[in-house]
């Protein structure tokens, strides 16, 4: 599976749009784009996915280049309750035992 | 559906006793994973059944570790003896493996050795 570049930390302030990139430049035609969240103490959280078309969803908004080289997850309103790690994950479907969950970005939203 | 159910939530357990975690998935869910958490080594995939068989145990940490699925509906994964290196959160995830493999984790169980 392609592995995932994601900046460590990022900072949001409540109630604005909250964007959060990953590269994945070594993507496969195949391969979805999975993002994930982990609120502290808690298991990992789907949230949205994607193969090359953008996506929306009562959570968040998926955004992937033409390319697919790279994507944006985009929390339209975030509260403080979005605070959390966030994980992107690319891999083909039915193959969630071969990929990882690397080091994903903290997302602090401040008041 | 009440989610994936972990327990014990807590465990603390003294170097060399058995330790087991119990892991029941979502109805219908034919893929498990087990998953261990901390600081250091982050999030790794320990195991994961499809269909109650497992497909893939590379990420086991040595022979200390064992996992089984014995029906659809439970798993346990056994450290027999447990060290201190082994305290970590332990999350199990089911899924369905078609058409899209979205896991939904567990609350996941805190376990201390000391």
């Given amino acids: ?111 | 559906d009440a989610g994936v159910i972990q327990s014990p939530r807590h465990e603390v357990t003294e170097m060399g006793q058995e330790v087991t975690l119990r892991c029941k998935p979502i109805s219908g869910h034919n893929s498990l994973f087990w998953y261990r958490q901390t600081m250091m080594r982050g999030l790794e995939l320990l195991i994961y059944f499809n269909n109650n068989v497992p497909i893939d145990d590379s990420g086991m940490p040595e022979d200390r570790f064992s996992a089984k699925m014995p029906n659809a509906s439970f798993s346990t994964l056994k450290i027999q003896p447990s060290e201190p290196r082994d305290s970590a959160v332990y999350f199990c995830a089911s899924s369905f493996r078609e058409p899209r493999e979205t896991q939904y984790f567990g609350p996941g169980t805190r376990l201390l050795v000391l």
């Fill in chain 1, 1 to 111: 599976d392609a592995k995932t570049t994601q900046p460590t930390s990022m900072d949001c302030a409540e109630g604005r749009a909250a964007n959060l990139p990953c590269n994945h430049s070594t993507i496969s035609g195949n391969e979805y784009v999975y993002w994930y969240r982990q609120i502290h103490s808690q298991g990992p959280q789907y949230i949205i996915h994607g193969l090359k078309n953008n996506e929306t969803n009562e959570m968040a908004s998926l955004i992937i280049t033409e390319d697919r080289k790279s994507s944006t997850l985009i929390l339209p309103h975030a509260t403080l309750r979005d605070t959390a790690v966030y994980y992107c994950i690319v891999r083909v479907n039915g193959n969630a035992g071969k990929s990882t969950f690397g080091d994903g970005t903290t997302l602090t939203v401040k008041p």
